[in-house]
């Protein structure tokens, strides 16, 4: 049972354009997120978080919205730039929670298109 | 200061072999994650060490071990490999176990099993 998800495999966006990438989860116990952006051959590298407590986080070009009743979550990107393209995993973990594991999703793609 | 090292970057192994992984944390952390990663299937957690101790574990058989010394390098054990186990093995460290405090992933060691 996957509790994180992210249902688009890749995504293609035009240089310049604004990236949206989403990611649903199941458990309501989840009260903190992040987002993980990997080129080939690196590992992870962290990018943004956000707290429950919160709908939005800003960080330069990277924004993340939280929809706690939609269980949903999404990372914007503006603009995209031609160094944006990497896999992006979505994460959950229960911050309060200090055994608990963070879980993450399975990754999209994102493609910037010159 | 220095990041996350892992050793090797690459190795072959035939079935039914054993292998260890390396992962030497960043200086003063404390938390060790492992995780694997397979085309389609995202990261997929394997276990936590902290201060020496398993503090979490994944949904993978008993053939996948691991451990951390007191200088919290940690080491990962995976026995009778199966051609299953062949994916990109991920180590990240963080200053204490969950919560709030973010990975840093080293490059991770690619293992491929024939």
């Known amino acids: 049972d996957q509790q994180v998800k992210q249902n688009s495999p890749s995504l293609s966006v035009q240089e310049g354009r604004i990236s949206i990438l989403n990611c649903d989860y199941t458990?309501?116990?989840?009260?903190?997120f992040l987002w993980y952006k990997k080129y080939p051959a690196e590992g992870p590298t962290f990018l943004i978080s956000?707290?429950?407590?919160?709908d939005k986080n800003e960080d330069g070009r990277f924004t993340v919205f939280l929809n706690k009743s939609a269980k949903h979550l999404s990372l914007h990107i503006v603009p995209s730039q031609p160094g944006d393209s990497a896999v992006y995993f979505c994460?959950?973990?229960?911050?309060?929670?200090?055994?608990?594991?963070?879980?993450f999703g399975k990754g999209t793609r994102l493609h910037i298109l010159p | 200061k220095a990041g996350v090292t892992q050793t090797p970057r690459y190795l072959i192994k035939t079935r039914g072999q054993q292998v260890t992984l390396s992962c030497s944390p960043i200086?003063?952390?404390?938390?060790v994650s492992w995780y694997q990663q397979t085309p389609g299937q995202g990261l997929q957690f394997l276990f936590e060490?902290?201060?020496?101790?398993?503090?979490n574990k994944g949904n993978f058989p008993g053939r996948f071990s691991g451990r951390q010394f007191s200088n919290s390098r940690s080491e990962m054990n995976v026995s009778t490999l199966e051609l299953g186990d062949s994916a990109l093995y991920l180590c990240?460290?963080?200053?204490?176990?969950?919560?709030?405090?973010?990975?840093?992933f080293g490059q991770g060691t690619r293992l491929t099993v024939v």
């Open positions: 990240a460290s963080s200053l204490a176990v969950r919560g709030t405090t973010e990975a840093f």
């Open positions: 458990n309501s116990m989840f009260d903190y």
């Open positions: 994460a959950a973990s229960v911050e309060m929670n200090r055994d608990d594991k963070i879980i």
């Open positions: 200086s003063g952390h404390r938390s």
């Open positions: 060490y902290f201060s020496e101790t398993q503090r």
């Open positions: 956000i707290s429950s407590i919160k």
